[in-house]
């Protein structure tokens, strides 16, 4: 009988207070075209980070990582709040950083088709040139895995892309392209961090079975 394996770390106050804050900013809303909760799309990019060699900030930041662009909580006031209850204040900072990092926008931010490819594109300029062991950029990727293969499961149920991407920014196209400039971004920082690799490719196979006819 093999000898059980502890995991790398135990979760602790960090995680618990990012879930808490999470299903009570995210509490009553949906996933885009469906009657899923938000908050299943928060823990499955948590679990992907944990999965991929994640620490617990990263993971607690991966339950955070929308609710600066989609809920008026500041990154001031996030801090404080995970202070509040305990979080030390040096993970509690590395949160926030983490949740900075993955964000393109901010609350209330003006969403018109010209800011959001200006948006879209600094990011994926932004994103390109950190440092590849930054750790945003795991939090980015697990986000981005679980988005386009969501997608993939309503593609291989027979949905039209037309249809599934009805209710997001600039439909289809804007989508792939979106998508496109952020797998060159993660595939560059792959090159030197092998341990994004599962993931990208994961992107990547993705990506080509939703955009490619």
């Known amino acids: 009988m093999k000898e059980k394996i502890p995991p790398r770390w135990q979760p602790g106050i ?11 900013e995210f509490a009553g809303i949906s996933r885009k075209g469906g009657d899923i909760p938000y908050l299943s799309h928060l823990m499955a990019v948590s679990a ?9 900030d990263q993971a607690a930041a991966a339950l955070l990582h929308d609710v600066l662009e989609d809920s008026p909580i500041t990154a001031n006031s996030l801090t404080w709040e995970l202070m509040a209850a305990e979080v030390p204040a ?3 900072h590395n949160i926030v950083a983490i949740v900075q990092g993955t964000s393109d926008g901010v609350y209330g931010q003006e969403r018109t088709e010209a800011t959001w490819h200006e948006r ?3 990011y994926h300029q932004h994103l ?11 939090v980015s990727l697990a986000d981005k ?18 249809d599934i ?12 392209m979106n998508y496109r400039g952020l797998l060159a971004a993660f595939k560059k920082h792959a090159t030197s961090n092998p341990s994004l690799t599962r993931l990208v490719t994961r992107l990547e ?9």
């Open 14 to 24: 960090a995680l618990h207070c990012a879930y808490m804050v999470a299903a009570r």
């Open 48 to 56: 992907l980070v944990m999965e991929h060699g994640g620490t617990e």
């Open 90 to 92: 040096e993970s509690a």
């Open 120 to 122: 879209k594109t600094k």
């Open 128 to 138: 390109a040139a950190k440092p590849s062991d930054d750790p945003s950029i795991l």
């Open 145 to 162: 895995v679980h988005n386009a293969e969501s997608t993939l499961v309503q593609v291989r149920a027979g949905e039209t892309l037309e």
């Open 165 to 176: 991407f009805a209710n997001f920014n600039f439909g289809r196209v804007g989508q792939e």
């Open 205 to 213: 196979r993705a990506i080509e079975e939703i955009f490619t006819p």
